[in-house]
């Protein structure tokens, strides 16, 4: 009863979801949408639900016949009806389950948490003395041990899990499901994507023995033995006493946990220990089977002819009969008309049900609701008594009830005589005749052809996507009764279409004796004028659409250019030489024309020419980006996101601003650029930064670097940025009004401006202080031209400058001006003060001439870059030694190389990683493999050789005897793990080794914040000398001054500091104000507090 994708839902897929596969399971053809699979036939009472339990029992005597119920208010009444109407389990299915795939308005609003319903239906099932009929089931998003053993003090039997095994397997909850493009293997049939499931059976044995042995932890914790002791306890669940939402705490939970054994005592609630009563015994399908019984147990074919009488308490007559043949037979059946069995009397409900191919039934007199529902290749004849009167008129009366071929998907089904309501509702195969019908007739039919010989009732043919219908309409009244919403009437008018209904109705005469067929084909062709032809819209559309790709498929075929070839004296034929060089300029036009993004991840590589040439960026000072090379292709790099249903690109493992990724990929790929400028823009301030000097943690949590490389992420934020610059859309935007508030921000690194734009844009006066001679900090002077042009800081700068921002550059706080003083002077002083203090190598030696910090390095070029004379270190002709990797060490090489050095080696502590990632390095953690970054790449092609040494310990510097290094001894270690599971270092033994340096870089990162601010100031600093803040904040100590970045969090990322100086100025926005407009992580504008709230965060902040 909780019918379709979502519960309390119906489930629809649309057209374009019907794939080929879909549609061959369904008895449809592609492009047509369909409603959730029927549940046999309509419930309107729970007599209905009743009729349908026995059905499905007589169907499947061996099954368990269950019944899935929303959790809604009320549903332990509904569960009790259910209990009656012999229903063996029943399943609470919570409002949460499934995988996401379903619509916005059924993963929001439909049903309840699984806890009150399983609640309240073991209570009721109890108080009515049921519980022990039933098996009690739930579902919804269980996850741990701790759920299932919740549900079962609320009185659950069993506990369904999909969401949690199937991530066990290897999903991603990419919500792709329907489209066949599952990039993990598990949801789809394409052999290609096939290969790529790693999912083994022990993963979800692994995950069922961890929850079986957390529940049997509760288990031993509570007392209790057996699983069964467990059911109902209510008495062992209590409510949280502090729990997250402090609104939680008004709700009063002793309806939930009152213990069903109270309401009435010594009641038996062992689930299913008292077996439903379907009286099998005495179905008249057992004589059938018996007079059947070779050919179920396969020893003849031959057909056989049966004569019975039958009346209405024969309920679901030949059901059984056909659970034997399908059993036996499969889907195929017997052929057709194996099985003769000729009937008199009047059938009961449910008649022919289900009824297998190969079994013909044929009835003189009527039948009540439900005849042939579910039919799956059987044939049906239904006629009135042939010792009626003569003037008794077969069009005028109902020979057959209610709900007739509900859900039927294959057979005949002849019926002299009118049908009641709902008659083939949901259709989906079969070939049906009829003299006439009730309201709503081939309601949501799918698939096959009925003729309907007489009046309609109103409403025919709602939500008819499928199938075609031919109604007799002598009266020409028939366009009023039909719902035209989804079909079009038309005339018969093809001959396929007179040969069909010419012929169908022949072998209804003959079957039949129909006086009504007959007059139609003795006034044929003329009686056709009197028929409509009901044709499905969205039915014509994809057979359209299929005859025009197997016309296009045709075409193609034809249009395939022959070979050329060359003749040579022999026989033998050669190819010119012409036609085998590819011309890449039309191949690439031509993928972009033909761009597949449904399956662009499967069709296309990734761009991995997003350098310059090596031998020519080595050259210059230019960024080494192939800008032009990367946006010829980007499009087609676009096609490659799959837009995840869950982007894990954004999440906490992928990118810090939470970039909105997947939408800005599509938008691009759809050429839409001035709005994917406007979804980047919203979660990051500086993707001109971002796509040039991050890592990219979001590729290394991009769900296709699961087994594929990854998209190009990074490539893409570039272009959407540099094309909107040279569009002319980036332009200052100052804010409409000014707060009247002051705000200082000590440093200009990617924290701090960050924390300015946002500041500004909220309306306060903004002024940077920066201690440098221009703005920029770490993106000015600490990474090097070639990785950032300093032309892409300025523009920046000066754009904010436009916007109303101040920079007070050569201003070092402490020094120029007084920490103190800055503060007494602003409303809100924030910190960004960067991690400065590098990471030293105190081994013998170390104060020898030629040793240096990398950042001393790297920032005295760049000021010498930009027009400084203050000098800078000269590496040319040096043999250089850089110790530590990473991005700064990287720099080091690229900056050394292009200055002429004679020689780069660089050394790393730390093992050598993997090709691919090790086994505690799981997706979608950042990507712990060895990698070859432009620097590496460049002396490899200058060298020969990558410079990297790895398991290096460096143990002293030598002298030349000058005072000058002159080299370095060093030591081969190996990392072993010790008993508690720690690693340490072990020398290996005759593996001393001398190299040879003029010039020794350290870049082994930094280990904090200078003091001199934070001292004067007297701010808290936490055990790693970094200013402290509480968790998920960036208050300090001190009332009115925050910090962000680099000096709160410790060394990081650029995309960390950015992030870090957004969620500060948000904060400090709230302090000003009591409220904000700035955007929080994602780029989500969240609700405005109340203004208590705000006060009472606001007296914290000043206390």
């Not at 910090?853 to 790297?858: D, G, N, S, T």
């Not at 680099?1046 to 500091?1057: T, Y």
């Amino acid at each position: 009863m909780a019918q379709g994708a979502k519960p309390g839902e119906g489930g629809e897929l649309p057209g374009y979801k019907v794939s080929e596969q879909i549609a061959a399971t369904r008895n449809s053809v592609p492009g047509v949408g369909l409603i959730s699979p029927p549940p046999h036939h309509d419930i309107y009472s729970i007599e209905d639900l009743a009729e349908l339990i026995y059905d499905l029992k007589c169907a499947n005597p061996e099954a368990r016949i269950s019944v899935k119920l929303v959790s809604e208010v009320g549903v332990g009444v509904i569960a009790s009806g259910v209990a009656k109407g012999k229903a063996e389990h029943i399943v609470i299915s919570g409002h949460d389950g499934g995988t996401g795939a379903s619509s916005w308005t059924g993963i929001k609003h439909a049903g309840l948490p699984w806890e009150l319903g399983i609640a309240e239906t073991h209570q009721v099932l109890v108080l009515n003395n049921l519980r022990s009929r039933v098996i009690l089931q739930t579902d919804g998003q269980l996850r741990t041990g701790r759920d299932v053993v919740i549900a079962a003090l609320l009185g659950a039997d069993e506990f369904g899990f999909s969401t949690a095994p199937l991530i066990a397997l290897g999903c991603t909850m990419m919500r792709k499901c329907h489209l066949n493009t599952c990039p993990v293997g598990i949801a789809t049939q394409d052999p290609v994507l096939r290969k790529k499931f790693a999912g083994k059976p022990e993963h979800v044995v692994n995950f069922f023995f961890m929850i079986a042995e957390e529940i049997r932890q509760f288990m031993a914790k509570m007392g209790f033995s057996t699983f069964q002791e467990m059911i109902g306890r209510t008495d062992m669940l209590k409510p949280a006493e502090e729990p997250v939402t402090s609104k939680a705490k008004l709700l009063n939970f002793d309806p939930i946990l009152k213990n069903a054994s109270d309401l009435r005592p010594d009641v038996n609630i062992v689930g299913g220990s008292l077996a439903q009563d379907f009286e099998l015994e005495k179905r008249q399908d057992n004589e059938l089977i018996e007079t059947c019984r070779e050919f179920i147990d396969g020893l003849r074919t031959e057909p056989i002819h049966v004569n019975m009488k039958i009346n209405n308490e024969s309920r679901t007559f030949a059901t059984t009969l056909s659970y034997y043949i399908s059993k036996k037979y499969g889907s195929e059946g017997l052929p057709d008309n194996t099985i003769n069995i000729r009937l008199t009397g009047s059938a009961g409900q449910s008649f022919c049900a289900f009824m297998a191919k190969g079994i013909s039934v044929e009835l003189e007199g009527d039948a009540n609701d439900y005849v042939g529902k579910g039919l799956s290749g059987g044939h049906i004849v239904v006629y009135p008594p042939r010792d009626m009167p003569a003037e008794f008129k077969s069009e005028e009366n109902i020979i057959v009830g209610n709900v007739v071929l509900y859900g039927a998907t294959s057979g005949k089904a002849f019926f002299r005589g009118r049908a009641a309501e709902r008659f083939c509702v949901r259709n989906s195969g079969t070939i049906a005749v009829v003299e006439g019908v009730g309201d709503h007739g081939c309601e949501y039919m799918t698939g096959g052809r009925v003729i309907i010989l007489g009046d309609t009732g109103r409403n025919f043919a709602a939500g008819m996507s499928g199938g075609i219908a031919y109604v007799l309409d002598r009266q020409k009244k028939f366009s009023s009764l039909c719902n035209k919403q989804s079909v079009t009437l038309e005339t018969v008018a093809k001959d396929i279409d007179k040969i069909f209904i010419k012929e169908t109705l022949e072998d209804f005469v003959k079957t039949t004796g129909s006086s009504v067929a007959k007059d139609i084909l003795e006034k044929w062709p003329e009686s056709v004028k009197d028929i409509v032809k009901v044709f499905p819209d969205e039915y014509r559309n994809a057979l359209k659409t299929l005859k025009e790709k197997s016309a296009q498929e045709q075409t193609e075929v034809a249009k395939q250019p022959e070979t050329k070839v060359a003749k040579t004296n022999g026989d033998e034929k050669v190819v010119d030489i012409e036609d085998m060089v590819p011309d890449v300029e039309t191949s690439q036009k031509n993928i972009q024309r033909v761009l597949d993004k449904k399956k662009g991840f499967m069709k296309y590589t990734r761009n991995r020419n997003q350098y310059r040439n090596i031998e020519n960026r080595v050259k210059d000072w230019n960024e080494i980006y192939n800008h032009k090379g990367v946006r010829s292709e980007i499009k087609t790099q676009a096609a490659r996101c799959m837009d995840c249903g869950v982007p894990f690109c954004q999440s906490s493992t992928g990118c810090p601003l939470g970039n909105i990724i997947p939408k800005w990929n599509d938008l691009v790929f759809q050429d839409n650029w001035k709005e994917a400028l406007d979804r980047l823009l919203q979660t990051n301030n500086f993707p001109e930064f971002t796509g040039r000097v991050c890592p990219a943690p979001c590729e290394g949590a991009c769900v296709l670097s699961i087994n594929a490389p990854a998209v190009t992420i990074k490539n893409i934020e570039c272009t959407i940025i540099d094309y909107a610059f040279d569009e002319g859309w980036i332009v200052p935007q100052p804010p409409e009004f000014r707060t009247g508030k002051k705000v200082a921000v000590v440093g200009s690194g990617p924290s701090g401006l960050a924390a300015a734009s946002q500041l500004n844009k909220a309306g306060h006066e903004v002024i940077v202080f920066e201690r440098n001679d221009r703005v920029g900090g770490l993106l000015r002077y600490g990474i090097p031209s070639m990785k950032l042009s300093k032309q892409v800081v300025d523009r920046r700068v000066q754009l904010m400058q436009a916007e109303g921002i101040k920079f007070i550059t050569g201003c070092e706080i402490g020094t120029n001006i007084s920490a103190k003083a800055i503060t007494n002077e602003h409303d809100a002083v924030i910190m960004c003060l960067g991690a400065t203090v590098p990471r030293n190598l105190p081994i013998p030696g170390r104060n020898l001439k030629g040793i240096h910090y990398a950042m001393e390095f790297l920032e005295t070029w760049q000021k010498q870059q930009q027009g400084n004379k203050d000098g800078y270190l000269d590496v040319k002709d040096k043999d250089v030694i850089v110790i530590g990797g990473g991005d700064t060490g990287c720099d080091c090489i690229g900056t050394s190389l292009r200055m002429g050095a004679k020689s780069i080696t660089t050394f790393e502590i730390l093992e050598e990683p993997p090709k691919n990632r090790a086994g505690n390095n799981p997706w979608p953690t950042w990507p712990r493999i060895f990698r070859v970054e432009y620097g590496h790449e460049e002396v490899q092609l200058k060298f020969g050789k990558d410079p990297r040494h790895f398991c290096v310990l460096s143990e002293k510097f030598l002298d030349d005897g000058s005072g000058n290094v002159s080299g370095i001894k060093t030591h081969q270690i190996k990392w072993v793990k010790d008993k508690s599971g720690r690693f340490s270092m072990e020398k290996i033994p005759g593996s001393d080794r001398e190299f040879k340096a003029d010039v020794v870089l350290l870049a082994m990162g930094f280990t904090g914040p200078e003091n001199a601010v934070i001292d004067e100031l007297e701010l808290e600093q936490d055990p790693r000398s970094n200013i402290e803040t509480p968790d998920n904040k960036f208050t300090t100590s001190v009332n009115k001054i925050f910090a962000a970045g680099d000096c709160r969090r410790g060394q990081s990322l650029v995309v960390h500091a950015i992030n870090e100086g957004r969620q500060a100025a948000r904060e400090v926005d709230i302090y000003l104000m009591g409220k904000t407009s700035l955007a929080g992580p994602g780029g989500v504008v969240h609700t405005l507090k109340k203004e208590d709230e705000v006060q009472e965060e606001v007296n914290k902040i000043e206390h």
